[in-house]
């Protein structure tokens, strides 16, 4: 998964802010990133699992407990000036009610927590990345937000093609700004909580093998390191190869 350049960014001592990284995909990416070398922030509104994650990862790790959907609280979060940012923080497809029987509060603050959140993280964090000489973020999609089929939380769904569409905009700030916008698309993850779910269906409604962690974080950091990919969406798609969406 590469650009058509062939320079890299050098992930050891850069700093790397994580949203929604207490559990789950995001903890995996934190965990990642940190093997990697960086300096990571772990940013949730779950402080147990903050905390558990950044334990998992030693002094390298600190947590910042931040609502997302609060600008004041990103606001303070970005301040931090990382040179790596993974838009992570989501969720709420299986979270009933949704559109239209949830109040207009209810969906509004999906919309905020999936698509606006990381809007605002983005733009908070591009001019410390300039005058750090360049930097990557990472948004993590769904494939929720592909295609035309029908979809439990259309909140969730809208605010997912929402973030891919986002991305694909954003191709010219390596011009620029010299930052890097590129986002990952994956299926069903096998993290801890998906294999207890796909453990309790029946065997027939199971499909492919979920997506690896591993997939998730490797294609993660390949983006933070290709300097030649900006505006980039990959799919990693159940029992499929990763492809390019554009």
Known sequence: MRGDNLQTMDIYGKRAVVTGAAV???????????????EVVI??????????????IGPAARFVQVDMRDDVAVAQLMSCQPHILVNNAGGG????????????ERWSAALDLNLRAPM???????????????????NIGSTAGLGFDEHSSPEYSVAKAGLIR????????????RVRVNC??????????GIQERAILPAAE????????????????????????????????????ERWLN
């Open 120 to 138: 605002l993280a983005t733009q908070l964090a591009l001019d410390a990345m300039q005058q750090a000489g360049g930097g990557a973020i990472v």
């Open 184 to 193: 990952v698309v994956p299926d069903w993850v096998a993290t801890e909580r």
């Open 43 to 56: 940013a949730d509104l779950d402080a147990a699992g903050g905390v558990e994650t950044c334990t998992s």
């Open 206 to 241: 199971r499909g492919a093998e979920q997506v690896p962690l591993e997939a998730v974080t490797d294609a993660v950091v390949r983006f933070v390191r290709d300097d030649g990919a900006a505006g980039r969406v990959v799919l990693l798609d159940q029992g499929q190869p």
């Open 166 to 177: 986002f991305t694909a905009t954003l191709a010219p700030l390596a011009t620029t700004h």
């Open 24 to 38: 789950g995909i995001g903890r995996a990416i934190a965990q990642r990133l940190a093997a990697e070398g960086a």
């Open 93 to 104: 497809p299986s979270l009933a009610p949704c559109f239209p029987e949830a109040s207009v």
